[in-house]
């Protein structure tokens, strides 16, 4: 599974961007997806993650209720919809695919991960 995340830009405090990730080959439905972030000099944290199957969705605390994730089976592609975005959202984000199921917040349990797009949040 190739993924490929993108999205990302420049925003003012408050307002809002969505974030794709596309991914390639015919078995994207049977991988749970997920978000992560890492911000200049700290290390990669979970986000958001959905479940295939039954698409159970997960949060960190720090994004939930502003933040939702979804996924489009028949377009390979999983979405993060962020609004709200505040200052310590700023990130680069990445995607990543993992056969567990559930809250999935180890990145070592991600098999395929895209290579970031950059969210910058201005106050």
């Known amino acids: 599974v190739q993924l490929q995340a993108s999205g990302g830009g420049l925003v003012q405090a408050g307002g809002s961007l969505r974030l794709s990730c596309a991914a390639s080959g015919r078995t994207f439905s049977t991988y749970t997806m997920a978000w992560f972030r890492q911000a200049p000099g700290k290390e990669r944290e979970f986000v958001s993650n959905?479940?295939?199957?039954?698409?159970?969705?997960y949060y960190a605390d720090s994004v939930k209720g502003r933040f939702t994730i979804s996924r489009d089976n028949a377009k390979n592609t999983v979405y993060l919809q962020m609004n709200n975005l505040k200052p310590e959202d700023t990130a680069v984000y990445y995607c990543?695919?993992?056969?567990?199921?559930?809250?999935?917040?180890?990145?070592?349990?991600?098999?395929?991960w895209g290579q970031g797009t950059l969210v910058t949040v201005s106050s």
């Open positions: 990543a695919a993992s056969r567990a199921l559930g809250m999935i917040v180890i990145t070592s349990l991600y098999n395929y």
């Open positions: 959905i479940v295939w199957g039954a698409g159970d969705t």
